[in-house]
C-alpha cells in the first residue's frame, strides 16, 4: 500500500472535508463555551472528526490520510492556540500508527470506523497536558484525578465510533 501518494482527485476531497470540519466545528463554538475544561470541547466535536475521517479512509484508503487531516486542522485551530497544531498532527500520526499497527491501514470497514473513533479519543488526553503544562490552573489539576481523563476519553471514543459507523453505513448506502 502506497502512503502520502495524494492524487488532485485526493487533494480536493482533503481539502473539503477539513473545511467542512472547521466550519461544523465554528457552528458548535456556542455549545463548546459551557464545557467547564477546554479539553472537554473534543467531545462536542468527535462525532464531526470520525466522520471526516471516515469519509477520507474509505474514500483514500492510505496510510497517512489521518495525518495530513490532522496537520491541515492543526493549522487552522493554531489561530485560536498553538498548541492545537502539535495536539491534531500528532493526533493524526498516532491514529496512522494505530490503524497500521492493529489494522495494517484503512482496509476494512472495522479498521476504519475504530481508527476514526481514536482519533478525536486521542486528542483529549493530548489536549489535557498541553493546557496543564501552558495554561495549569484547573487542567494541571484534573491530571491528578485519572477519570476526569478516562471517562471523557472513553466517551469521546464512544461518540466517534458511533459518527463513524453512521457515516460508513451513509457512504455505503449511497454508493460513494
Do not use: H, W
Not at 74 to 93: E, K, N, Q, R
Amino acid at each position: 500500500m502506497k502512503s502520502m501518494d495524494f492524487q488532485l482527485r485526493d487533494l480536493l476531497l482533503i481539502a473539503l472535508t477539513v473545511s467542512s470540519i472547521f466550519v461544523l466545528g465554528y457552528i458548535l463554538i456556542p455549545v463548546m463555551q459551557f464545557m467547564p475544561l477546554p479539553a472537554y470541547k473534543a467531545i462536542v466535536v468527535s462525532p464531526i472528526y470520525a466522520g471526516g475521517l471516515t469519509m477520507l479512509a474509505k474514500k483514500i484508503p492510505k496510510i497517512g490520510i489521518a495525518s495530513v487531516l490532522g496537520l491541515l486542522i492543526g493549522v487552522l485551530l493554531s489561530s485560536f492556540f498553538i498548541g492545537m497544531l502539535f495536539i491534531a498532527f500528532f493526533g493524526g500520526v498516532l491514529t496512522d500508527l494505530f490503524s497500521l499497527v492493529f489494522f495494517r491501514g484503512y482496509k476494512k470497514r472495522l479498521g476504519i470506523q475504530l481508527s476514526a473513533a481514536f482519533f478525536p479519543a486521542v486528542q483529549l488526553p493530548l489536549t489535557f497536558y498541553m493546557a496543564a503544562y501552558t495554561i495549569g490552573g484547573v487542567s494541571g489539576e484534573a491530571l491528578r484525578q485519572p477519570l476526569l481523563v478516562v471517562l471523557p476519553t472513553a466517551l469521546t471514543f464512544c461518540l466517534g465510533y458511533l459518527a463513524s459507523l453512521g457515516t460508513y453505513r451513509l457512504l455505503e448506502r449511497r454508493n460513494l
